[in-house]
């Protein structure tokens, strides 16, 4: 009887990882690039909820908290917490519901050659670039690139570090990263990870305004 019980249990367990291996995440976020703006707004769902987030001025914080409850896409689970999507998607996912001081402070820029994006920013002392193809799709496989280190934190504060550092520059000023200095490497899921998500977003700029939408499935 006991062994039965195990059984059981084995089974449900194997069936809720099989839900899990099956889940959906969608995305959908307007962000203005040039200026704050309170119509930015980050729309995401996963594991059948729906979540739409903006920035509230008065709290200085997501008026859903997407900056946790994103942790669900953001990690395998909640032991492991390894990387399921690329560091970089999850950054940029929450700017919409960031002060715009966030994105002036990370030095965000997007770039465009017809459809195809350039998005650049810097986040605690990590550089991040998101390249979409020439019809401005992202794909979690190839569109993510990280340099970590390429800042450091003084006094409570980043700073770039003198070897990426533009000639002239101000070292806290993370536009004046030379980005022809510093090494990217593909930013992915962890390869530990229990679960990753893949597949392609679409992006587009208009009139410096950013929007990205698609939706991703486990993997």
Do not use: C
Not at 49 to 69: M, N
Not at 149 to 164: A, H, Q, R, S, T
Not at 179 to 195: F, P
């Amino acid at each position: 009887m006991k062994n039965s019980k195990f059984i059981i249990a084995a089974l449900v367990l194997v069936a809720v990882a099989g839900l899990a291996v099956a889940q959906k995440v969608s995305i959908d976020l307007r962000f203005n690039t040039e200026a704050a703006d309170a119509k930015n707004y980050f729309n995401w769902s996963a594991n059948g909820k729906a979540v739409k987030d903006g920035f509230d001025a008065a709290t200085g914080a997501s008026k859903a908290q997407s900056t946790t409850a994103f942790n669900a896409v953001r990690y395998d689970n909640d032991a492991t917490k390894k990387n399921a999507i690329p560091a970089g998607l999850r950054s940029l996912v929450l700017y919409p519901v960031s002060s715009w001081d966030t994105a002036t402070a990370d030095a965000f820029t997007v770039t465009a050659n017809g459809k195809q994006l350039v998005i650049r920013f810097v986040h605690r002392g990590t550089a991040y670039q998101i390249t979409t193809d020439n019809k401005g799709k992202i794909d979690t496989d190839d569109s993510f690139k990280i340099a970590a280190g390429v800042g450091e934190n003084v006094g409570g504060k980043f700073l770039i570090k003198d070897e990426f550092l533009k000639a002239g520059g101000d070292k806290a000023n993370m536009a004046d990263l030379d980005w022809g200095k510093i090494t990217l490497v593909d930013d992915e899921a962890a390869e530990a990870a229990t679960v990753d998500y893949d597949g392609t977003l679409t992006a587009t700029l208009k009139k410096g305004i950013l929007t990205v939408k698609g939706n991703l499935n486990a993997d």
